[in-house]
């Protein structure tokens, strides 16, 4: 997912109150995923030198905004998003079952296996299932499929790298500690970011365990801010 992270330092110009985070009643599960499905526009990838499928959104794009908003109204009722997302897979458009997808690997427990597993023996997409397997890794419940079967017949190089991530995790589960702060995290900051302006203060930690922010930096070095794809 990291080109979506890229795509977020951009100028977006999505109304926040749009979504209900102003004072508004909140949404429930499938009121989030209809945001996302009226915000999102699928034409507006950014096409390739070779005329092939991008990887990028506009600088001005909104769905991405909508995406992230939409994910984290979703996380914060695990109990009632599970069956919208799992309905969502089953006869949503290509965007709608990347979004659950994605989503449900971030609600722990009260993920079903066995409907994700046939979903991606049977997706066609193949970004759906690349995010199928992320999913299912970071339930840790990648048990029900037999991946060296599963990689002779997969065809996307993408996917099969994913795999490979999965693997790496031996079946930890996704740490509580990050889905809290996708719950906690504020989507107004996204678009405080503008192309040819100082970026504006952030801090992470290293991977070292160290807390690191921008402005330690700041008048000293230039700083390269790089999301691996495939992090995940």
Known sequence: MSYAVVALVGTLTISWTAFGHAGEPERNP???LDRFTQQWREGDWLQGDDSKAGYMRPLDDAGWQACM???????????DAVAVLLKALRTGDAPQRILAAQTLGYL???????PLVEALQSEQDPA????????????GKSDGVDWDAFLQGEPNRDVKR?????????????????????KRWDGRRMD???????????????????????????????????????DT
């Open 108 to 114: 722990g427990a009260d993920v079903p296996t066995k």
């Open 192 to 230: 405080t970011a503008r192309v040819g302006k100082p970026a504006p203060d952030f801090e992470l930690t290293s991977m070292q365990g160290d807390r690191v922010k921008l402005s330690d930096y700041r008048g000293k070095q230039a700083v390269v801010l790089v999301f691996i794809y495939g």
């Open 162 to 182: 994913h795999v490979g991530y999965l693997k790496e995790r031996d079946g930890a589960p996704l740490d509580d500690d990050i889905v809290e702060t996708l």
């Open 69 to 79: 908003l939409a994910m984290q109204g979703l996380v914060q009722q695990p109990e």
């Open 128 to 139: 759906v299932r690349l995010y199928l397997v992320d999913s299912l890794g970071m339930l």
């Open 30 to 32: 499938q009121e989030w």
